[in-house]
């Protein structure tokens, strides 16, 4: 399967770099390429394309707001490029629903890599971001939409044992097929409960649900 990509990024020499990085890659075809906000969201209603590698510190309309308008309608999964792993843009696109993060200075196969995780349906987020979202959200009200998930470990009750089985996988990490490893489950099935998962906790998400999981301590069983 080729994965569809529209590359936004303000600045031409790294946006130039990071076409040519995944043109490089067999299975992976760039679409697009937009040099702020608004042209993002446009061209991605336009292309319809399977992912989004989104810069947030862009003009006109910044990447936040721009993976906001993106997820909310439908359009794509976002794959979002910060300079910084303490940039406070990443917590307001984690709230908007982006798939993945991934620092700038990431190696061209990490990059790659990542692309091809979300675009399976699979939250990837860069290691050196990890501790600081964590520590964010356990400050913050919410990692959700409506509010309705937070610091309470009672937010989780609604969940199936299984579900939960499968939140405290996602807290680990795991891709859907190392979960389905380790629950002896069809790799189907769990995308099924991350699904539900997600609807019940009113998360945008697989990132997010990670987030919840380790910052509330979520464990299977």
Known sequence: MTIRVLVAEDQSA????????????????????AVD???????????RPDLVLMDVRMPRLDGVSATERVV???????LVL???????YVFGALRAGAAGFLLKDSEAAQLVEAVRTVARGEGVIAPAVTRRLIREFGRSS??????????DPSVVDVLTRREREVLACLGEGMSNAEIAVRL???????KTH???????????????????????GVRGG
């Open 14 to 33: 790294v946006r130039a770099g990071l076409v040519l990085i995944l043109r490089g890659a067999a299975d992976i075809e760039v679409v697009g390429e």
């Open 37 to 47: 906000g608004e042209e993002a969201v446009r061209l991605a209603r336009e292309l």
């Open 72 to 78: 909310a309608e439908g359009l794509a999964d976002v």
């Open 82 to 88: 910060t300079t910084f792993d303490l940039d406070s």
């Open 142 to 151: 919410s990692v959700g939409r409506r509010g309705t998930a937070g610091t």
């Open 184 to 190: 002896t489950m069809a790799e189907a099935t769990v």
């Open 194 to 216: 991350v699904s539900r998962l997600l609807a019940k906790l009113e998360l945008r998400s697989r990132v997010q649900a990670a987030v919840l999981a380790q910052e509330l």
